[in-house]
């Protein structure tokens, strides 16, 4: 079958799911989740003998020890997984919310409320447990979801979703709620961005070269993040020990991911008391600092930085550093070169602090904490099925109340209108 | 200057205001949109001038009538205008508010907080008054507009921008704040649409082949609505009167119109009841009533429908007849057939109308009230800035507050993850 057939008979069979879905109580949905977890738990076994598989293909393949990494499922992945699906079970269930209701000066009630989306596609790369964490918040949010993983974890992908369909039989829910996508065929991803009236939501994870295909393709609404290029401030104010901390974690702790610093802006007037002390401990953790000329005149080491590195999302243990005169000029440097994702202050003033926070156009702002904190698990959405750095709908980490929609209901006696 | 760099400049204008307005207090605003609302009566006589161009120009052009009636302004529709940013203007301001705060076990402090998009761009027809409309909810809502109206508009739309920047300027606001492009070059719709990074979000607004085009060219976000193809419902337990007035109502009060009734289904155990009393006051209304089998049997006098009639927005006085078999057949058409739209049932059973309004895949459900509700006036907006069948962002109606977004705010005290 081509991909345009494949991917119009699995998005059919995913809506009608989603219109049993639509009318399911919060309550089934929870036991559904619940047995899903269970059900990873008992096919860990089976589940770590397809991961092999998709390992054992990957190193014929000659793939990257980071993403062997991202790949391999073990004990502790699965029970990862299983707690955050139990996690997301016992949430408040968005559907159904009332966002708004009154009574206009006629009589006429109106109420808005909070609905599924519909059929909502997630297009990811090699990390298997998106498969379990996408799939849990559509379905606690009473969404079917179509799933298309990278090639090179599609056994595991299978595996994972073979023992969800398990936890929606036992629930009584409809297997075309959860469906991975099983073919590697490549024409499948422009026909997934296509399916306008089939899919009504797609949300890409991965490179920023995937998410531009995507977003050149797509007809279907697409929620995404490029990159993120995170920026930390320290303000005129800031402390010290504050300062070393945030730094250190938001550029070490794990540099290869989109909520890791990438640029370091210090306040000329802390410059001289911040910065020798923060490069310091920055080189000691085996950090290359790429620095503007003054942050060079305090700091000789550091290799000069070109207009490109305050573009650059590095991943890696490298950071570009900027002296800026003030807090206007720190928040003139993010909101040009930054990515939109996050950015951090370090201050004891609170208006600086408040200033910061309205002035940056960006999803998430951190007042003394570390970036790394910008994740749907963190901010208590049990996980994300994406962060989104875009502006509509949801903006920053996703969890199942952003895959909810609403509709009007207006409710009359007979209301026309005159 | 060709359309691109022209586009360029005018949206880099605007994001400047943008990121002037995202700092001004809601007051501020306010008083502009009175001083906008003043400024429109004042110039009344120089805008109804303005205005007299077009219709010449249009008149040469042979315009349709309903095109001439909807781009003539008069002294009724600009006091209307004026009305309308006023109404705006004493809302409740959308931005700045907490949406959600709460603190995390470790003691971040989470808050997501309402702040105004951007840069929104609306691009639209004949009508004048969506030039005042979109201009007041942005300005509401702290977004800098972009406006792009029809080409036989652009006189009065400059007239109308010309009065407003007196406005913004007496409230010392940014001329950039609003926006009417001044250049009918058929190229600068493309470059608007591709305008990413200086764009935020762009609303269609208009007939179907234009809409289809914006999205087919857009990598800016777009939120929209293709058509209105609205279905009223006579369920078994409908009362006649209120049957009787609310299928008149949707159908003949302003059949030219996206929210207008198109198709009536008749539940089969009300249709010998209620059809024929309909069908009588519809066609001595003039309506045109195409219908199924089972309708005509009740109603010899209707023509046949086609399959073709349950997917026609006739935006006419003609109307699909359909007999159906109880709520689900109901629902089922609507679902396969309606445009997610506005949808409405008229019953006595108040399960039969939770059910309908749950499993009704549309934006505005209306019970025991006409179709004709479904508007941003008539929900207490104020005025709209556009209608989505989308389901991201924002479903039927979209306001002020729907011209927002939110941003994370998280509040730590030397917070590193562990």
């Known amino acids: ?171 009584g829910l409809p297997a075309g709620a959860i469906t991975v996508i099983d073919s590697t065929d490549r024409a499948v991803v422009p026909a997934l961005c296509k399916a306008q009236g089939l899919i009504d939501l797609i949300v890409p994870r991965g490179g920023e070269s995937l998410i531009r295909a995507v977003v050149e393709d797509a007809l279907v609404p697409v929620i995404k993040h490029y990159m993120g290029n995170c920026h930390v401030y320290l303000h005129a104010d800031a402390d010290e020990k504050r300062s070393v901390d945030i730094v250190l974690n938001a550029k070490c702790q794990r540099p290869g991911v989109c909520n890791a610093m990438e640029t370091l802006l210090v306040d000329s007037a802390a ?45 890696d243990l490298i950071l570009a550093v900027r002296v800026v005169d003030g807090l206007d000029e720190a928040i003139a440097h993010i909101n040009k070169y930054g990515s939109g994702h996050t950015d951090a202050i370090v201050t004891r003033d609170i208006e600086a602090a408040r200033r910061f926070a309205a002035a940056v156009d960006s999803a998430s702002i951190m007042v003394n904490a570390s970036t790394r904190f910008s994740d749907g698990g963190e901010y208590g959405l049990g996980a994300e099925v994406g962060i989104s750095t875009d502006k509509l709908h949801a903006r920053g980490p996703m969890g199942a ?13 007979g209301h026309v209108r005159g």
Chains 1, 2 share one sequence.
């Open 271 to 315: 410059a001289q008391r911040l910065l020798p002390v923060v490069a310091k401990k920055l080189a000691d953790a085996g950090v290359e600092l790429r620095g503007c000329p003054r942050s060079r005149q305090l700091v000789p080491d550091m290799k000069p930085a070109t207009e490109d590195d305050w573009r650059t999302e590095y991943l």
């Open 401 to 413: 109340e952003d895959l909810t929609t609403y509709k009007w209901i207006v409710t009359g006696q």
């Open 1 to 171: 079958m081509d991909a345009i057939a494949y991917v119009r008979e699995i998005c059919a069979a995913a809506r009608d799911s989603a219109a049993h879905l639509a009318l399911t109580q919060g309550r089934q949905r929870d036991e559904a989740l619940i047995s899903c977890a269970a059900a990873l738990r008992a096919q860990s076994d089976h589940i770590q003998a397809a991961n092999r598989k998709d390992l054992l293909a990957a190193a014929d393949a000659n793939i990257s020890k980071a993403m062997m990494e991202r790949l391999t499922i073990t004990d502790k992945s699965i029970q990862a997984m299983a707690g955050a699906i139990e996690q997301i079970a016992r949430q408040v269930d968005p559907v159904g919310v009332t966002i708004a209701a009154y009574d206009r000066p006629n009589g006429l009630r109106i109420e808005k409320r909070r609905t599924p989306i519909g059929v909502v596609c997630v297009i990811y790369e090699s990390r298997p447990n998106v498969t379990a964490d996408a799939a849990a918040l559509c379905l606690k949010s009473g969404n079917a979801c179509v799933l298309r993983g990278g090639k090179e974890a599609i056994n595991s992908n299978l595996a994972i979703s073979a023992a969800m369909h398990e936890g929606l039989a036992a629930a």
